[in-house]
């Protein structure tokens, strides 16, 4: 069926959505432009919601994750929120560059950034360090698989218009996560496989503007998620269980049909 009401996973619209773009049967058709990743979690949730289509948003719960994705949807776009931010001089972002490091503006001459980092021969964190002078710009950040440390993390927290960070698969531990915490503007965090637990979690509790949270193989408990879960009803939760699907954690007071 096109639609399952309550299990969007067997619907064959939300399975069409998944395919390739070169499989004749995704959906939208080739000539349309394709669904944003948040615009196919929206269509996920209505479904397991029971796809009403007299459904409205203030009959939902406020800890209801539709309200939270519909809520980002409608948010400014970034560009706006970032045209303020200092200028920043092609020469220097060609200065600051190397062969492992790779600065972009996010689009046109847009002073945001977004950076990303790669396994150099011989690793040194001074390459990240020298980032200082523009991380006012940085909004996005790679840092995944890196050897970083407590000094790495104190660059990081020096870059508050940071809206994406990707740090998984680096040895950081709940010692280094409380250097998150002076982020207001950060919504999307990558942190799986590493050492972070329950205590480094509960950083997170205070990030107000966190929207999605990539979570798996660290020493986090089902406790700690909870604990999470209960200061963050709205939080989109990727634990691994079905990356594809994007499965996320749920209101204990959920309608979802399982």
Not at 216 to 243: F, Y
Request: glycine share 6%; net charge negative; with cysteine.
């Amino acid at each position: 069926s096109t639609v399952v009401p309550g299990d969007f996973e067997k619907s064959e619209l939300i399975m069409r959505l998944h395919l390739p773009p070169t499989d004749e049967d995704h959906m939208p058709p080739e000539s349309k432009k394709p669904l944003s990743d948040s615009e196919i979690q929206i269509l996920e949730r209505w479904i397991a919601l029971g796809a009403s289509d007299t459904i409205k948003l203030d009959q939902l719960p406020s800890n209801e994750p539709l309200v939270a994705l519909v809520n980002d949807m409608r948010t400014p776009d970034p560009m706006e929120q970032w045209a303020n931010l200092p200028f920043v001089a092609d020469s220097t972002l060609e200065n600051l560059s190397s062969d492992y490091l790779t600065i972009k503006r996010v689009a046109g001459n847009s002073n945001a950034l977004s950076i990303n980092m790669y396994m150099p021969p011989k690793y040194d964190p001074q390459i990240i360090l020298d980032l200082k002078r523009i991380s006012p710009n940085i909004v996005e950040l790679d840092l995944s698989g890196l050897p970083i440390g407590e000094k790495e993390m104190g660059l990081i927290a020096l870059c508050n218009n940071l809206d994406w960070l990707e740090i998984d698969q680096t040895p950081i531990t709940d010692s280094e996560m409380g250097q998150l915490k002076g982020l207001p503007k950060l919504r999307l965090l990558k942190v799986y496989e590493t050492g972070i637990g329950d205590e480094g979690l509960a950083v997170l509790q205070n990030l107000t503007n966190l929207k999605k949270l990539y979570l798996w193989r660290t020493a986090v408990t089902q406790n700690g998620l909870e604990g999470l879960k209960a200061k963050k009803p709205a939080l989109l939760v990727d634990n691994g269980v079905d990356p594809k699907l994007q499965v996320f954690f749920e209101p204990k007071d959920s309608t979802v049909a399982k």
